[in-house]
């Protein structure tokens, strides 16, 4: 099987920075796109970012130019670098990623989500 693990989260004052990290593992053959949504309290889940294979990305008007996201292909791995923290971006960060796995499915997968609290 195939598991998403964020880390990363916690506590920062206004106008800091946090780098979340989401590591893929288990029976990947590839990974076609991975991204990042976040829900606050009492709020729908909401695009963040997103990357895909050859490196493209695409942000949430809220995200960019504060938030980017990376990729490192060899370890599975994505990253969002999240700048000058806002209190409005307090909330659960998921990530997710469209992996085709060694029995050659294409599956989408969620992580479990990392806690992000930005305090004014």
């Known amino acids: 099987q195939v598991q998403l693990v964020e880390s990363g989260g916690g506590l920062v004052q206004a106008g800091g920075s946090l780098r979340l990290s989401c590591a893929a593992s288990?029976?990947?053959?590839?990974?076609?796109?991975m991204g990042w949504y976040r829900q606050a309290p009492g709020k729908q889940r909401e695009f963040v970012a997103a990357?895909?294979?050859?490196?493209?990305?695409t942000y949430a008007d809220s995200a960019e130019g504060r938030f980017t996201i990376s990729r490192d292909n060899a370890k599975n791995t994505a990253y969002l670098q999240m700048n000058s923290l806002k209190p409005e971006d307090t909330a659960v960060y998921y990530c997710?990623?469209?992996?085709?796995?060694?029995?050659?499915?294409?599956?989408?997968?969620w992580g479990q989500g990392t806690q992000v609290t930005v305090s004014s």
């Open positions: 997710n990623a469209y992996i085709v796995t060694i029995a050659r499915m294409t599956t989408f997968f």
């Open positions: 288990g029976s990947i053959f590839s990974i076609n796109s």
């Open positions: 990357i895909i294979s050859d490196g493209s990305t």
